[in-house]
């Protein structure tokens, strides 16, 4: 985000409290900040406090009617590279939704031609009113805008139902994603399928054969397939971090179950990731109770675990595309090109485990991505970031 110029527009509803999490950690994460607030908004929340957390003058429509050297709207417009609205208020998404301009923010929509991220928020029984859905979709028909949907939860109204405004976090995060992503949406109409997470092959009901998987390059994965277009399934061993929204997620704990989980929804894929960490092995008996310690057994007999995507790659069609995650230490292509040819993937991610702020439980990762007739390296970079990163590299692939 560093250098980033980010324009937040502020809508008259409760939920405007937020902005000031969104603002602050857009901010702190070195991105420009300009926000306006409509009227309304200023009846929630103050532009004293949003210029305080910006470094820069927040706009309302009073600074709208003052003379500059140039139209407020349209120097606004011109700086944003990306302009976020939230919350967006049913008034703001009818004015949007119709090419109107009666404040300092409509006036600013129109004399832009950044994207826009939409972040709406009002009651349920107003987000579902047939006016308000024809206006949202609508206004979607244009490439400029992209939607987050609503929170399903306890609404300021003490309705419990869905229209809460998404978190900042999530805001955030898709903001970063669509950015990286310029916006495209190359991934709509395909079909991806995701494994994440580190399985657990259980031994009693409190002891399993395990490893340091924390999920978290699958749903970097998940999210990015999300913010270009895709339709997501996610099958997830337990993993640490929140699901993106508007992913089909899957919850399994063994291997057994992930390799029917992915059996199941592998026939509709167009891409499939297999980014989770399988167990190699289980114990070969499972106790139904906890076993006291002292019957636990001196050696533990081990039985192997199918592997799930050499089984995907002899199921796949011609029009499917397999890709692999081999997470190594030391040499990291060799094993990895092994893997490719023994399991009929068309690409392969090899991912060092033992370097520093890489692998398991790391915000970042780096990657060699691998084909018939490529490799491509990464260097070390946010998930998020790589995820976005082999979607590219995929693309080469059709």
């Given amino acids: 985000m560093l250098g980033r110029k980010v324009l937040v527009g502020v809508g008259g509803g409760i939920a405007a409290y937020k902005v000031c999490e969104l603002v602050s950690t857009l901010f702190k994460a070195g991105a ?4 306006i607030l409509t009227d309304s908004a200023q009846e929630f929340i103050t532009p004293l406090t949003l210029a305080t957390l910006a470094r820069h003058q927040a706009y309302t429509d009073k600074d709208f009617w003052q003379p500059y050297n140039r139209p407020l709207h ?3 417009g011109e700086w944003a590279e990306v302009l976020v609205i939230a919350p967006l208020t049913a008034n703001t998404l009818a004015k949007l939704a119709h090419g109107m301009a009666d404040n300092l923010l409509t006036n600013t929509v129109l004399a832009s031609n950044c994207p826009i991220l939409l972040a709406p928020a009002m009651n349920t029984e107003m987000w579902q009113q047939l006016s308000v859905q024809r206006n949202w979709q609508q206004l979607l028909t244009d490439k400029r ?4 949907q609503t929170g399903y939860g306890l609404l300021a109204c003490d309705r419990v139902g869905a229209g809460r405004m998404a978190e900042p976090k999530e805001i955030f995060t898709n903001l970063r994603s669509l950015l990286y992503a310029k916006w495209q949406q190359d991934l709509v109409g395909k079909q991806v399928l995701i494994s994440a997470g580190g399985t657990r092959e259980y031994l009693d009901p409190v002891r399993f054969i395990g490893n340091p998987s924390t999920g978290k390059m699958g749903l970097a994965l998940a999210q990015a397939a999300i913010n270009r277009g895709a339709i997501v399934t996610l099958v997830h061993a337990p993993v640490s971090g929140d699901i993106p929204v508007g992913v089909q997620a899957i919850g399994v704990v063994s291997a057994d179950e ?8 592998f026939a509709d894929a167009d891409i499939t990731i297999m ?8 114990p070969a008996t499972y106790s139904s109770e906890k076993l006291p310690k002292k019957s636990l057994p001196q050696s533990l007999p081990l039985a192997p675990v199918g592997d ?7 199921l796949k069609q011609p029009h499917q595309r397999l890709i692999g995650f081999a997470a190594q230490t030391g040499d990291i292509v060799k094993p990895a090109l092994a ?14 485990v033992d370097l520093p702020n890489s692998g398991f439980g790391s915000d970042s990762n780096s990657a060699v991505f691998i084909d018939a007739n ?10 998020l970031q790589l995820a976005h990163h082999l979607y590219d590299f995929i693309q080469m692939l059709f």
């Fill in 258 to 265: 992930m390799r029917q989980a992915m059996l199941n929804n």
């Fill in 145 to 148: 805008y992209y939607g987050m």
């Fill in 74 to 76: 349209i120097d606004l």
């Fill in 339 to 352: 893997k490719l040819q023994s399991k009929a993937l068309d690409a392969i991610a090899a991912n060092p």
């Fill in 374 to 383: 490529r490799q491509v390296e990464i260097p070390a970079c946010s998930k």
């Fill in 32 to 35: 420009e900040v300009r926000v």
């Fill in 275 to 282: 980014a989770a960490a399988v167990a190699d092995v289980k």
């Fill in 308 to 314: 799930i995507v050499a089984e995907l790659g002899q």
